[in-house]
């Protein structure tokens, strides 16, 4: 059996049978079950993309595919199906990201930490919000993605894992409970993060990239302001022309290009190859600073470890608080940490931040 060559004529055919027969009657006869993943859309219906991909091939092939012949699983049905122009969406809805959660959490808070229900207007503004966000791709959302219905749950989710609520709770997954934490914990930050996050989404100024384009991945699944946030972070701190003024600064009040956390210096290390680089952070994160101009004295110079390390988790420490970590682990191991003078003499602006 030849699997994959099926037109659009055949999909229509099939489509047509599927009305023709009904939904169960269809499966049952095909041997397919429901759909678990992605659902083919067409003329404002929903059918089964696995079972009209596999039984499309009878058009041509005198037989359908059986369930068990989709060896590539359902994504073989999918680019069949999206390479004949038809729409793909998913069955369900996938898991809240924590940008989603931070405007979730932030309406719970200003609610004294209580749910809201699907009437209610903060839920249709949430709602709205959480549509422009557009967290997952549109076929990975399913028809009813971030409703009235399912925000409102997930304010529930949120307010019954509070602390001082003590009836029954409902299954919230971990990341609420992370994100409930961090509210907790850090209040202002993650109301002004929320805040930031509903600003950009209103006017415009926030578009997500999908997921799998950012390399940044592992960073942004822990930064404390998410995802979108930290991209616009991230995409400050590689603005080439502020690193390149930086470094200028820095070689100009006869410092040296070292880390201000470690000490490594990339030229003293790796000789020529290594002459002139170093990274640049952000020391104030975004959701702390807002949006606006960038100063150099925003910027901190940082080797490639020790920038992973700053946003390997949330709280984000400071370039000095990281360095004296690694001067306790240093003195805990019986070793010396060199002091850089790019730590010595760091800008006003990084000492009253850093307390150099």
Request: glycine letters at 8%.
């Amino acid at each position: 059996m030849i699997k994959g060559a099926i037109s659009r004529d055949d999909i229509l055919r099939t489509l047509e049978e599927y009305d023709d027969l009904g939904r169960d009657t269809f499966l049952d006869l095909y041997g397919f079950r429901e759909a678990s993943a992605y659902l083919i859309v067409h003329n404002g219906k929903e059918y089964n993309s696995k079972a009209i991909a596999g039984v499309a091939h009878k058009h041509q092939y005198g037989a359908p595919l059986t369930w068990k012949q989709f060896s590539g699983g359902v994504g073989h049905a999918v680019d069949w199906l999206k390479r004949e122009g038809f729409t793909i969406r998913a069955s369900r809805n996938p898991k809240w990201s924590r940008d989603e959660l931070i405007l979730a959490c932030d309406v719970v808070a200003r609610n004294d930490w209580e749910g809201l229900s699907a009437e209610d207007s903060r839920i249709a503004e949430l709602s709205d919000l959480l549509q422009l966000l557009g967290a997952y791709p549109e076929e990975e959302r399913a028809s009813t993605y971030r409703n009235h219905n399912g925000a409102a749950r997930k304010t529930f989710d949120i307010a019954t894992h509070h602390p001082d609520y003590q009836k029954k709770r409902t299954n919230g997954g971990r990341l609420d409970r992370e994100v409930l934490q961090d509210f907790l914990d850090r209040p202002a930050e993650m109301a002004q993060a929320a805040q930031l996050l509903r600003e950009g989404l209103r006017h415009g100024t926030l578009q997500p990239a999908p997921p799998e384009d950012s390399d940044d991945a592992e960073d942004e699944v822990s930064a404390p302001e998410g995802r979108v946030l930290y991209r616009r972070h991230r995409t400050r701190e590689r603005n080439k022309g502020l690193r390149t003024k930086k470094i200028a600064a820095v070689l100009k009040s006869g410092r040296t290009l070292a880390c201000e956390a470690c000490g490594f210096d990339f030229g003293a290390v790796y000789g020529e190859r290594g002459e002139g680089y170093i990274e640049c952070h952000h020391v104030v994160p975004l959701h702390e600073a807002g949006e606006g101009k960038t100063k150099l004295s925003d910027l901190a110079l940082i080797c490639s470890n020790c920038h992973r390390m700053i946003h390997r988790s949330a709280p984000w420490p400071t370039p000095t608080e990281l360095r004296a970590l690694v001067q306790r682990h240093a003195e805990a191991q019986g070793n010396t940490l060199p002091t850089p003078r790019a730590a010595r003499e760091s800008t006003p602006a990084l000492q009253s931040r850093n307390g150099f």
